[in-house]
């Protein structure tokens, strides 16, 4: 059966809140540097006060793989948890006037729509502190089966095994997308999220509930508790049938068990805010996967879409990644 | 009596929606270009489904010039109505994160907090949708006499016509402040706007409730219903003790019935968004006035603002405005 859907995301529906800062702000908050740090509701409220002017945009790891993903042409869908508040209504909007089919039923009441405050320092680097809110309640009766078995890839982000139960959700969902032939994606997200579940998500791949992974050298470094990005490199070939690690302005570097390609990265004038940046390389990738190019293409396209987010404030694409790719001379 | 802020700033208490359209997309929806069009909830409503993915920043042209002054370094305050929604917490976040004073009481149920949809277009034009919301509700209870009769300069947008008990709070600010010594201003907003006040404001100049007027060349001529700019400012030269009116890359001219300057416009290298482009002049020629600064030279600050604001997406200051007036040479 033809996919309806290209790619179905499933994530953390999280708006971003969105303000510059400098590196002693940081340390002065006690904000791990480049990292996903989960805040509870009075260290978000805390915070908040703290923080200079901000803006806000629709966020969070999937959700902006998705929005990438129908940027490049993709039919893609998306499942994720808001409330049904004001910050719930933006992150609906943005999702669906990209693209994006998402009908996941929005909370009633409380907990409020997910937001993450996001200090940029003047490196671009993005230092994160995550309301989980309302994506605390999403579970297996969010995942629509019809939708998940008419997906292509089922892609997920490892930040879902915060939330309580959602893992459930994506279990579920791996078991239908298989039983239907298709591919599970995931991303290992971040590497302290990687410390707090590296068992449960090598046992993930290694029983082959995933077929994709994204992850960057922090991660991998991470998930194989190892210094060597070489060591780990030779241990995720070994654990899932395809892994796309990332290296910043080092490009990526896609293995399976046949294969092995290094890929530049695209060249970049100013990094003016990484977030977002692993998400849009994910989207590329995958983009590739589904149209049939080659893996090292596809990396250059993950590359492509990567340099675009981190040109400019905010975790989404600002212009038609389609157009970016038929410039590229990529897809010649 | 020391001035304990250098200046209130009252207005409409917006967050802004902004999203890039081309010129067919304001033509299909109907709306007029360069203008604030005023929505009702169905019609704001069926807007933002046509609207693509947008971003919020606060937003309010008096909100805006108030975070201009405080990007300055004066001691400013600002008056504004919000409900206590999520909108109106990052409406109140913003404004005093930037270190405005803003107690303005919240509403504590509907209308929920205003919102404007800004579309902006491939030449950096914004067209503006605005909801009013609670800005509906905001009264002479608002305001507080004590810190009228603190403030320098009592300043105030003409949009505050369009709700309906606003010009209240207005004239009973205006009698504070004067009987306290102090100065009043008011920009003229928008040419539609002043279409539908145009007999209240020329009374509000001709009987000095106001003493400072900030205007654009096609309010002005609006004002005046002239096609002649020259025999706009002949005529505004009578009606009050100050204008300053606004050019675009022609600079500004300030008159008075004394003095006449012409101040060009600061370089610009691209237009982005001429969002906030009014408000901050206004925020910069204001800041002039409180520090003693010749005329010509509160143009120059404001149009050093003005530049700012137009080279970015959003419509507050995102360096600071003290700094970039340090570097200028404007205050040697």
Redesign the interface.
């Known amino acids: 059966m033809e996919a309806k859907y290209d790619v179905l995301a499933i994530g953390n529906a999280i708006v971003d809140v969105i303000a510059?800062c400098d590196d002693d702000f940081l340390v002065k908050e006690n904000i791990h540097k480049g990292a996903m740090n989960l805040v509870d509701a009075q260290r978000a409220e805390a915070l908040?006060?703290a923080?200079?002017?901000?803006?806000?945009?629709?966020g969070g790891s999937a959700g902006n793989t998705a929005?990438g993903l129908a940027s490049f042409g993709a039919k893609t869908a998306y499942a994720g948890k808001v409330a049904s508040?004001?910050?719930g209504k933006?992150f609906t909007?943005?999702?669906r006037?990209?693209g994006v089919h998402f009908d996941t039923p929005a909370l009633d009441d409380t907990p409020?729509t997910a937001r993450s405050m996001i200090f940029v320092t003047p490196d671009g680097e993005r230092s994160m502190n995550t309301f989980l809110g309302a994506c605390t309640e999403l579970g297996p009766e969010d995942i629509d089966e019809d939708l998940v078995a008419s997906a292509g890839i089922t892609y997920f982000e490892g930040y879902l095994w915060d939330p309580p139960r959602a893992k459930d959700a994506i279990r579920r969902a791996a078991e239908i997308s298989h039983a239907n032939g298709r591919s599970v994606a995931m991303t290992l997200s971040d590497p302290f999220c990687v410390d707090r579940y590296r068992n449960e998500f090598l046992e993930l791949m290694r029983q082959g509930t995933v077929d994709i992974v994204f992850a960057n050298e922090s991660e991998l470094k991470s998930l194989y508790q190892t210094a060597s990005f070489e060591e780990g490199l030779d241990a995720i070939r070994q654990d899932c049938a395809l892994a796309a690690v990332t290296r910043s302005e080092r490009g990526s570097v896609i293995v399976s068990r046949q294969e092995n390609h290094h890929v530049d990265a695209m060249p970049v004038e100013k990094v003016v805010d990484t977030t977002g940046a692993g998400d849009l390389y994910a989207a590329g990738f995958l983009f590739g996967v589904t149209q049939g190019f080659n893996m090292a293409d596809c990396g250059r396209i993950g590359g492509l879409a990567a340099a675009e987010v981190i040109q400019h404030v905010?975790p989404?694409p600002?212009v038609s990644l389609a157009d970016l790719l038929a410039q590229s001379g990529i897809a010649d």
């Open positions: 510059h908040y006060s923080m200079g002017p901000a803006i806000e945009a629709s929005a508040d004001q910050l933006i909007h943005d999702i006037a990209i409020p905010g989404r600002q």
